[in-house]
């Protein structure tokens, strides 16, 4: 079966100084989504953005902002990134004590949810969210850096979960996200992704290369 495939370049590894113009770039360049990685130091060891930056961002193009949350406790949150601009909002099960109200949260607030599943993390905790998201996000990497290696046996999870969203018989996103490159992404597509984050990848080789990174990782 073919499905259209989707990226999201994950603007870490954008230039933070000139964030704007990024996000201009590669909406130019043909990107799908852009994803936005936020963290707070605490649920990962590492700290980037808050909503007033996804705020400053959101004149800059229409495209989908794919807002990745990496904080704990999530919930007190949530407004602030759906008033921000926010089009999806995907959480971490272990970042708030509980995931389905989080995602019910999530969607009134006329955002689309999304849970994702950390590398340790199985597929069966999905069994009673699957009713409840519009995306379902694979970390290939342990959350909190761009630029570190592709965890291979995650791509019997994306199987796995294919084949329960095949089942469920809804629309939803499966979301692969880190080392994603131009090895790594045609295995993640055969696996059953629709969706590719890619930091390190899209941005290489700066704004001349985005239109021929984004063209790559999409297969084409
Ligand atoms: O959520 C994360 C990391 O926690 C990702 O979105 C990375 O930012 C992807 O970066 P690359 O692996 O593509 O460089
Ligand atoms: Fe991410």
Redesign the pocket.
Known sequence: MTRSILISP?I?SADFARLGEEVRAIDEAGCDWV?I?VMDGHFVPNITIGPNVVKALRPHTTKVFDV?L?ISPVDQYLEAFAAAGSDIITVHPEAGPHIHRTVQHIRSLGVKAGVVLNPGTPAKMLDYLIDDVDLI?V?SVN?GFGGQSFIENQLRKIEAIRKMIDKSGRDIHLQV??GIDFTTAPKAIDAGADVL?AGTATFRGGPSAYADNIRKLRGG
């Open positions: 994950s870490l994803h990685d990745h990496m996000l970390m959350p996200d880190g984050v």
